[in-house]
């Protein structure tokens, strides 16, 4: 359900805003409801860590000065002899 929503913004922002959505065919409301929904869908990925993953979390410890891309290229040096 769609509510409405009053902001007060600069007005050189609103204008650029209404003139970038019109040029990408799309509405002021729909391009603001984008953005917010971006913002929020990264805080609740943030937050959507299972027990599992906590638990899982500092098991492993890596070395400070380990470089994937070495392992990466050992394991093509041996699978193209």
Do not use: F, H, W
């Amino acid at each position: 359900m769609d509510k409405k929503l009053t902001l007060s913004l600069n007005e050189s922002i609103i204008e650029t805003a209404k003139r970038y959505a019109k040029a990408n065919n799309i509405s002021l409301s729909k391009l603001i409801e984008s953005y917010l929904g971006s913002l929020t869908k990264e805080e609740m990925k943030k937050m959507e860590i299972s027990p599992l993953v906590k638990s899982l979390s500092g098991v492993i410890t890596v070395d400070e000065n380990y470089d994937p891309q070495d392992d990466y290229t050992q394991y093509l040096i041996e699978k193209y002899k």
